[in-house]
């Protein structure tokens, strides 16, 4: 008798994607993380950009731009490769080689480039360095507690001290959130200043929150008309840069905040509780003229979650927030966030990034 069988004729197909799903979900995520750490360790990507081969790059070759050299290299690191191929960040093609053998050929897709330094775009790589700090790993293994205290972040329960405490006393942990915050708040703010043309009413802006001011100056270098303030705590401001155009402030959002015509919040209110948000917003109220602004900056959770690559992003996102409390918030939430701070309307201008909500709060 015959033992070969089709599979679909013993398992729906539905059910054949269902398990494939949960065994993809039991390690995919740690792996991937894993694999992607190294390759930014091993600055892969810039090694494979740096190779500029129209067809791509084999394992071998990647391989022989590593300082240390092995006969298994290749093959581990074609591996690692196939991986990162699986996840669209490498584009992969293959060739015959000399002995007849299918080799693989790589090169970065469009993703892929994000990992880049060199790439006009902006890169992303120094976040998932950020991610896989020790104390960082060390609080997401422990991520139950996050249930077992209304009161704490993730980071302190586990820690004893809140993340941006010990981002202040850690050297190595202060570089690399520093790093990973300022170029995805640089990703952001390119793709904000493409579409979001409401900058250009505005005399003084204040950035509260600010953190060393690259974002209001990327928004100042385009509209060089516009003087602005930077304001944060003054041990951030302390280390801010001299740029054109900006007065460096430091002081207490939950204090007050500096006087201008239009206020930017970018990251900042999702850090918060609705009680601290409103605190900080109404201090902005108090700052503004007649009819002046409050721009918001932050992602828009959705009403109902679908298995999207957007819907992934935002509530992977949602659930670092967890680290130092905070969350994201839906449209409705930051609606009610506007009146209840005294504002008159509230409008969601456009959206970068598919979630990235560019809100006003209009005095």
């Not at 953190?211 to 385009?222: A, E, F, T, V």
């Not at 900042?268 to 601290?276: A, G, I, Y």
């Amino acid at each position: 008798m015959d033992s070969n069988c089709e599979e679909s004729s013993l398992y729906p197909a539905d059910d054949n994607k269902a398990c494939i799903s949960a065994l993809l979900h039991c390690c995919g995520s740690m792996v991937f993380s894993a694999v992607l750490n190294a390759t930014l360790q091993l600055n892969l990507f810039e090694k494979i950009a740096k190779a500029n081969s129209s067809s791509g790059v084999s394992a071998c070759e990647v391989a022989s731009m590593l300082p240390t050299q092995h006969p298994e290299l290749p093959k581990k690191l074609d591996r690692m490769l196939c991986l990162l191929a699986s996840h669209s960040l490498l584009n992969c093609s293959t060739r015959k080689n000399e002995d007849g053998d299918t080799e693989r050929l790589y090169q970065l897709s469009l993703s892929g480039k994000y990992f880049v330094n060199e790439e006009m775009k902006g890169c992303v790589a120094s976040h998932p360095t950020f991610l896989n700090h020790p104390m960082i790993v060390d609080a997401f293994l422990n991520y139950k507690e996050i249930l077992l205290d209304s009161d704490k972040g993730l980071f302190q329960k586990v820690h004893g001290m809140s993340l941006y405490q010990r981002v202040n006393s850690d050297s190595t942990l202060n570089k690399d959130f520093n790093k990973g915050m300022a170029d995805i708040c640089t990703i952001k703010m390119k793709k904000i200043l493409e579409v979001y043309c409401g900058f250009e009413e505005i005399s003084l802006l204040v950035d509260v929150g600010g953190g060393i001011g690259q974002n209001l100056n990327m928004i100042i270098s385009k509209y060089p008309a516009i003087k602005g303030i930077n304001f944060d705590l003054p041990p951030v401001i302390q280390n801010a840069p001299n740029y054109p155009g900006i007065e460096q402030v430091g002081g207490d959002m939950f204090e007050s905040v500096p006087k201008g015509d239009a206020m930017i919040l970018k990251a900042v209110l999702h850090n918060w509780s609705d009680e601290k948000c409103l605190k900080i917003l109404s201090n902005c109220y108090k700052a503004l003229p007649q009819n002046g602004k409050v721009i918001v900056v932050e992602f828009l959770m959705p009403e109902a979650i679908q298995s999207t690559e957007v819907d992934k992003m935002v509530t992977s996102f949602d659930n670092l927030m967890f680290l130092d409390g905070g969350s994201e918030r839906t449209k409705k939430e930051y609606e009610n966030l506007c009146k209840r701070s005294g504002f008159s309307n509230f409008r969601v201008v456009c959206k970068v990034l598919s979630a990235l909500g560019v809100m006003e709060f209009r005095k």
